[in-house]
């Protein structure tokens, strides 16, 4: 459910682009009626529709992802404000000077976000928060996780890098779909081999429930 929840912004992202790029004057009319007051010059180009629809769309998706938490009473974790707080701020722009180079750069700013809040916690502090993810059925040593830790901050700092140059280097409509395939893509082939490391160190399913 939380992964699903956690891909919906992304998911939306993708359909409402693809959607707004076969309706570009539907798009560019809808918009300028009815956000043209957020936009530089209060007109929205044919052009320019897709991925401006596509970013409000995304913003509101975030926002729409806490307000369900929220009402459900459940904890909303600092990253998905920070990702709130980054969609807002470079969305915003983007509608306004109606420029994607904004919204191109969320995934790797969350990225690096993500990247950095984990050499902190769990590199330098040496907190141990994918331990504490993986719900007491890991028992490794100190030095296994300490590896995850720069396994995972190295991948988010590469995730960073590697959207930037798809972003500046390809069309729009590339990096909007390596935005939906590429990274998701990545992300679950870099966790299905966590796991494989991870799986000689998998307590027995008794040890693991009477130790939760």
Known sequence: MKFLLDLLPVILFFVSYKWADG???????????????????????VTEAPVL?????????TVLQIGFLKLLRKPVDKMLWASLGIVVVLGGLTLWFHDETFIKWKPTVIYWVMGGGLLVTEVVLGRKMLRQMMGGQVDAPDVVW?????????FFALMGVLNLYVAFNYPLDTWVSFKMWGSLGLTLVFTLAQGIYLSRHML?????????
């Not at 629809?53 to 998706?61: D, E, Q």
Request: no cysteine.
């Open 204 to 212: 027995p399913e008794e040890v693991s429930s009477s130790q939760g």
């Open 146 to 154: 300490r590896r995850l830790g720069w396994a995972w901050v190295v």
């Open 23 to 45: 309706h570009k004057e539907q798009t560019a009319a809808w918009l300028t009626g009815h956000l043209g007051f957020a936009v530089s010059g209060g007109t929205v180009g």
């Open 53 to 61: 629809l596509a970013t409000v769309v995304v913003i509101l998706a």
